[in-house]
């Protein structure tokens, strides 16, 4: 079964940094033509793509994260990990990560969804 | 503001047919495939259709998409009670190298 699965702390305090986890599972990180995407749902509101990495290690992101994130992937561990330094109250919301694919016919295709994970960021 | 533009709102009755409408731009989805996704209550999105018009494995083909230009339709034929959602479409954009989704639409079944 192929599935996506992000892990993180519920809770975060302004300023501090916010480490999330995208577990894979049923395919491999180095899958060529794949990426790993985030994207972020603040309470009632609309989605929005944040960053995603590829099977070859490079990335792309939404300027307005600007420097304040990492991201990394471990092949061995069937991860990614995305780090948000100095948080603040806007990035309260629900993180997904998933799944991108890519094929001449298609394009990219974004046919993989985690559950999400709820993070607040208090003041 | 999301750089996709949806209606806010749709609603219609059992049975009926209704669309939804998403409008760009030349760099995103004037030059590139469209996908929506459906959002029930709670959950997570799913994908409904990529590639403009395609359904995955186990979409009802009551759901349909297209696009002309630099905009896109869903539409969801014989409404039913369990597609009341949110509904977001989504393009890749050239400029970002990544994905810019609409502001999404919130289909009410009266």
């Known amino acids: ?123 | 503001q999301s750089e996709l533009t949806q209606p806010p709102s749709t609603s219609g009755t059992p049975g009926q047919r209704v669309t939804i409408s998403c409008s760009g731009s030349s760099s995103n989805i004037g030059s590139n495939f469209v996908s929506w996704f459906q959002q029930l209550p709670g959950t997570a999105p799913k994908l409904l259709i990529y590639s403009n018009n395609q359904r995955p494995s186990g979409v009802p083909d009551r759901f349909s998409g297209s696009k002309s230009g630099s905009s896109a339709s869903l539409a969801i034929a014989e409404l039913r009670s369990e597609d009341e959602a949110d509904y977001y479409c989504a393009t890749w954009e050239d400029s970002l190298n990544g994905w810019v989704f609409g502001g999404g639409t919130k289909l009410t079944v009266l």
């Open chain 1, 1 to 123: 079964q192929v599935t996506v699965k992000e892990s993180g702390p519920v809770l975060v305090k302004a300023t501090e940094t916010l480490t999330l986890t995208c577990a894979v599972s049923g395919f491999s990180l180095s899958t060529a033509r794949m990426a790993v995407t985030w994207i972020r749902q603040p309470p009632g509101k609309a989605l929005e793509w944040l960053i995603h990495i590829f099977s070859n290690a490079e990335y792309s992101h939404t300027p307005s994260l600007k420097t304040r994130f990492s991201i990394s992937m471990d092949t061995s561990k069937s991860q990614v990990v995305l780090t948000l330094f100095d948080m603040g109250p806007v990035d309260t919301g629900t993180y997904y990560c998933g799944r991108m694919i890519w094929d001449y016919t298609n394009g990219w295709v974004f046919d993989l969804w985690g559950q999400g994970t709820q993070v607040t960021v208090s003041s």
